[in-house]
């Protein structure tokens, strides 16, 4: 199955004023079309700007970055976010408050005529189980249910690339690994293709087809979940996540008395 994106030696870098300071080098990874994939990492390792470059936000200082094998950045090239076909899920949810749920969802539909805009709404809530909801408000409903209205909106304009920045971090632990299992089910469901950063193990093992452990701006390793439990690249990934397992366990346990 051919890549939908693709990052070749990918090089990114902030303007300090120092100069530049490295943040991500020489990252190369590929995601097939209809998988989900996932950067593992803890804060400050680089996963959110790396999601920035994909979605044009930031410049790329060297490599390239592909969708469907056309250069959307390089350091000579730049495809405006608008333009990319890719869609933004982020962690605080970013609804409009004095808009309700179908208007939310129907938000990035304007340029469709009234009719086949309420018909995608409406099949958008379905897919996402909140048709209920149409007409509630976000203070109206819970914060996962906000987080579904999220993912219908950033779904709604049938992007190629569906990007999620830390999608589940404001949700308590059960629901969170929960819902990460729902937005499987639906982006499967939909045949979408998406790459989520977290910090969060569980999350990426419950969501994602091919995780990316990253430390200081690398990939560490980008395999199946399965081969990350059982086949470690390195000394580094196998304690990373016997350590994140191990913090996981622990947050569920202290989660228990509450």
Request: charge should be negative; proline fraction near 5%; charged fraction near 25%.
């Amino acid at each position: 199955m051919p890549d939908l994106l693709e990052l070749d030696h990918l090089s990114l870098a902030y303007d300090t004023p120092k100069g530049l300071r490295p943040v991500v080098q020489d990252l190369t990874l590929g995601l097939p079309a209809g998988h989900i994939g996932c950067l593992l990492g803890e804060s400050g390792c680089g996963k959110t700007t790396v999601l920035r470059a994909i979605a044009g936000f930031e410049p790329v200082r060297a490599g390239r970055i592909l969708l469907d094998g056309t250069v959307i950045s390089s350091p000579t090239e730049q495809v405006a976010p608008e333009k990319r076909r890719v869609g933004m899920m982020f962690q605080d949810y970013a609804l409009f408050p004095h808009l309700s749920v179908a208007e939310n969802v129907a938000f990035g539909l304007r340029r469709l005529e009234r009719t086949e805009r309420t018909r995608r709404v409406e099949e958008m809530l379905t897919l996402v189980g909140l048709a209920h909801a149409a007409n509630s408000y976000p203070h109206e409903i819970s914060g996962g249910q906000q987080q579904r209205v999220a993912l219908a909106r950033a779904l709604a304009p049938s992007p190629d690339l569906l990007l999620l920045d830390e999608p589940f971090s404001n949700l308590d632990v059960d629901t969170r690994e929960r819902l990460a299992f729902e937005v499987r089910e639906i982006l499967k469901t939909t045949g979408h293709t998406a790459i989520l950063v977290t910090h969060n193990q569980a999350e990426a093992f419950a969501i994602a087809d091919r995780i990316g452990v990253m430390a200081s701006g690398r990939i560490a390793q980008w395999d199946t979940p399965y081969n990350l439990h059982h086949h470690p690249a390195d000394d580094f990934v196998r304690d990373f996540i016997r350590r994140e397992t191990l913090a996981e366990q622990r947050e569920q346990v202290f989660a228990r008395g509450r």
